[in-house]
Nanobody, 125 residues
Framework: QVQLVESGGGLVQAGGSLRLSCAASGRTFSSRVMGWFRQAPGREREFVGAISWSGGSTAYADSMKGRCTISRDNAKNTVYLQMNGLKPEDTAVYYC??????????????????WGQGTQVTVSS
């Protein structure tokens, strides 16, 4: 009964910034980790970052450290991915995901139970 909807994707110049949003609806579990993944054409889906239900813990892929920040507003059932210093290689479809039961932060696709439809991010040179 949980649905995730991403928004905020679009076209941006290299070096620019973008903030993605993921709104959750339906039944919400208190013990839930939210994750962000991306998938470029011809490549496997890869981990971008994750955040705990409380927002107190975050994890990022090495390629994104220092360039992105994950946050959440539980009152709005929304998680955000702020990306700065975007590069052409960041071009991909970005997905948000949720894990209903969590005891830590997870980085693998198989660790998540729910997925959004994705939002396209295109970074031009």
């Amino acid at each position: 009964q949980v649905q995730l909807v991403e928004s905020g994707g679009g076209l941006v110049q290299a070096g620019g910034s973008l903030r993605l949003s993921c709104a959750a609806s339906g039944r919400t579990f208190s013990s839930r980790v939210m994750g962000w993944f991306r998938q470029a054409p011809g490549r496997e889906r890869e981990f971008v970052g994750a955040i705990s239900w409380s927002g107190g813990s975050t994890a990022y892929a090495d390629s994104m450290k220092g360039r992105c920040t994950i946050s959440r507003d539980n009152a709005k059932n929304t998680v955000y991915l702020q990306m700065n210093g975007l590069k052409p290689e960041d071009t991909a479809v970005y997905y948000c995901a949720a894990r209903s039961v969590a005891y830590g932060l997870y980085t693998a696709t198989r660790d998540y139970d729910y997925w959004g439809q994705g939002t396209q991010v295109t970074v031009s040179s």
